[in-house]
């Protein structure tokens, strides 16, 4: 089923409970129903719906990466030479495996992918990059760019309909 024709089928309650859960996913189910003025048989059977159309993918806990000791962030673009199968399918296996790998995707542009990742310090980004991505068959070049200052950073995603 088309993306857009399943959020269309969302009402203002299955979206203000979205809404609710990404600002806080430790919401109880009493509190969550309160929120949305529904007994709470009703909300459950709503969230458990959410989850298994795949709306709700999983629970987390945002992290402050600073104080975990993560202190550089880099947007790092890697192009091939030659984009191959087995090549673009050994880069993303070997991505897979590196947990300072925050995201990972394919895009248009000069670039093949674009990786957002985080290193304790600049020597420790200078080994990732020579001895993960510089091994890696194929690839032509590497461009990083390193975040001075973090103006905005949220994994929430817009809700549309809701305030």
């Known amino acids: 089923m088309n993306g857009k024709k399943q959020y269309l089928d969302l009402d203002d309650t299955d979206r203000t409970i979205l809404s609710l859960l990404q600002q806080d996913g430790t919401l109880s189910n009493p509190k969550l129903a309160e ?3 529904l007994s709470v048989t009703p909300c459950w059977r709503r969230l458990k719906r959410l989850e298994q159309e795949g709306f709700i993918t999983s629970y987390q806990a945002n992290l402050d990466r600073r104080k975990l000791g993560l202190d550089v962030l880099a947007f790092v673009q890697v192009s ?3 984009v191959t199968d087995v090549s673009i399918k050994h880069f993303e296996e070997v ?4 947990p300072q790998v925050l995201s990972c995707h394919k895009v248009t542009g000069e670039a093949d992918y674009l990786l957002q990742v985080v290193a304790e310090s600049l020597d420790a980004y200078s080994d990732f990059v020579e001895n993960v991505l510089r091994v890696i068959p194929g690839i ?5 760019s390193l975040a001075m200052r973090e103006i905005k950073s949220s994994t929430r995603l817009p809700i549309i309909g809701v305030d």
């Open 35 to 37: 929120h949305v003025s």
């Open 95 to 98: 991505i897979q495996t590196h």
């Open 140 to 144: 032509s070049m590497i461009h990083s």
């Open 80 to 82: 091939f030479v030659i």
